[in-house]
């Protein structure tokens, strides 16, 4: 639908338990969101792909500034604006609290900008609300629980980059400007096959024993956050055209794993596929989008595996 003066337009269809959206605003100013959205429904949370232009999101005294390729998720028992600062296009979708592991009234806003948002689950959401929005007409009613569970697998595995990414707010408190210096260091060193807790300590004054303390209120431990920037890393790589010249090993010692099998053992540990695999899938659902005929079913099952 559009409005009077054709500056706004919304679309929206449902699959399943999903409820898709895009939303096109031509000119500066609050997005008024499709009225079958569950605003300040404690059950439904929502998440917005930015297409193209910025836009500012708020809600709970947060705010921040999203550009082409960036992503917010948030629950909507509180009330929250979306505010275009240019043309903007963004396609979104509101889905069920309980398709989450944690409590949906414990779901804070998340927003992955930058190199986040183009990397991982980021970039498997992205491509599947992308197909979703072009195909959802033609989807099968048994077709709709599969969907339904990609979305929340994705949806799961960005959340839980998050918070590897350490994309919680910084509140101040010496611990958490420790915690941040901490995360800061990984990222810097994550190339350096010899990073490991003991090694982050030490750089930081402080002993593997109070190192893994520190850790013990996040959802993740010091090894795991290590072993997820570099997967992560090597994940973003595989599925990146212009290292394709790069064999597998040499994409996982840019990211500090030595060793081919190693690699291949904690990859498919991990994502439930081989590197190899993965750069296959990736590689053809490139071809594809170039063409803008993406395949649902290879995006819903990537993001299988990476729930599993």
């Avoid at 963004?90 to 889905?95: A, D």
Wanted: with cysteine; hydrophobic share 40%.
């Amino acid at each position: 639908m559009a409005n009077a003066d054709g500056a706004f337009r919304t679309r929206t269809r449902s699959v399943g338990e999903l409820l898709l959206f895009d939303i096109l605003s031509s000119s500066p100013g609050p997005i008024d969101l499709p009225s079958e959205i569950r605003r300040n429904d404690p059950r439904y949370g929502n998440a917005e792909f930015v297409l193209e232009g910025r836009m500012i999101v708020g809600q709970d005294g947060t705010r921040a500034e999203l550009g082409a390729g960036d992503f917010v998720i948030h629950g909507l028992p509180h009330p929250f604006e979306l505010v275009a600062a240019t043309q903007v296009r963004l396609t979104g979708v509101t889905f069920p609290l309980r398709m989450l592991p944690a409590p949906g009234n414990r779901l804070r806003m998340v927003t992955m900008t930058g190199d986040n948002g183009h990397l991982g689950s980021g970039a498997l959401l992205a491509s599947f609300l992308n197909a979703l929005s072009s195909s959802a007409d033609s989807v099968l009613p048994q077709e709709e629980a599969g969907i339904s569970s990609a979305m929340r697998g994705l949806l799961t595995a960005l959340i839980a980059r998050s918070a590897a990414d350490g994309s919680a707010e910084d509140t101040g408190s010496p611990t958490a400007a420790l915690m941040t210096r901490i995360r800061r260091f990984i990222e810097r060193e994550i190339a350096d096959p010899g990073l490991n807790p003991a090694s982050v300590a030490a750089a930081h004054h402080i002993s593997v024993r109070q190192l893994h303390r520190l850790f013990e209120h996040e959802k993740i431990t010091v090894t795991e956050l290590i072993r997820t920037f570099r997967l992560e890393g090597c994940r973003h790589d595989l599925a990146d055209p212009a290292l394709h010249p790069l064999s597998i090993g040499a994409v996982a010692e840019r990211w500090g794993i030595p060793g081919s099998a190693k690699f291949s053992r904690m990859f498919r540990a991990a994502y439930g596929m081989s590197p190899r695999e993965y750069r296959t899938r990736m590689t053809r659902m490139s071809r594809d989008a170039g063409t803008n005929v993406v395949d649902v079913a290879d995006i819903a099952d990537i993001a299988a595996h990476i729930a599993a």
